[in-house]
């Protein structure tokens, strides 16, 4: 689970809608967005290190959410940063227009276009008509675009498993019905439902339901 919020940092005034907190380098995630160089970044991978001789520190990248480039930094163990709050809309993908997704805000009915580049093929590849995703904005600026971390997908297309198959430790390609493509079990056939993590691009077993 995500640990608590501390205190607000007591210079942390909101910043153009922009919230920021104070949080230990120990403590950040994956996903976590902090205030880093005056600009939002957004913690891709991190590594705590513990060497075996001098200071622990956390080997991180980072995604700048406003210029789209990528960083690698190491922070000391237990070094504050400053954890960055952004406001948060739910919205519907409707459909797509060329490189442009356009999703309507469902209370105010307001449309919003973002390129491909923007919210990343790694996301767009699981996006189908209707589905719900949370943006998150600075400014009155879309920074970034947040999937359901799990969803259950349709396989459109894979090859029958083949007994006795055990390459790839037992796994094949699906593709899925949006487009996206997850090694699956070799038991998995077409047609059938499935969970996945959006995050990890990693089947998670059957949906059953």
């Known amino acids: 689970a995500p640990p608590a919020l501390p205190a607000r940092l007591p210079f942390a005034a909101p910043r153009r809608a922009l919230t ?31 060497p075996g001789k001098g200071a622990a520190f956390v080997r991180s990248k980072l995604k700048n959410l406003e210029s789209g480039t990528t960083m690698d930094k190491t922070f000391r163990a237990g070094e504050t940063l400053e954890l960055a709050v952004l406001e948060k809309d ?9 490189d442009e997704l356009v999703f ?23 996006m189908y008509e209707s589905l719900q995703v ?20 349709t396989v459109a297309q ?11 430790g037992g796994t094949k390609p699906a593709t899925l019905e949006t487009g996206a493509t997850v090694l699956v079990p070799l038991f998995i056939k077409e047609g059938e439902k499935i969970k996945v993590d959006t995050i990890n691009n990693k089947y998670l077993g059957r949906d059953n339901e």
């Open 104 to 126: 309507m805000n469902m209370e105010t009915y307001e449309e919003e276009r973002l390129t491909v580049d923007t919210i990343g093929q790694e996301k767009v590849q699981y």
């Open 90 to 98: 739910t919205m519907q993908y409707t459909y797509r227009e060329g």
């Open 134 to 153: 949370d943006v998150l904005r600075h400014n009155r600026k879309i920074l970034d675009v947040e999937l359901p971390k799990t969803m259950s997908l």
């Open 20 to 50: 920021v907190f104070a949080v230990s380098s120990n403590d950040i995630r994956p996903g976590t967005t902090i205030l880093y160089d005056g600009s939002v970044c957004k913690v891709l991978e991190f590594l705590h290190v513990k």
């Open 158 to 168: 894979t090859d029958p498993g083949v007994k006795g198959n055990t390459v790839q």
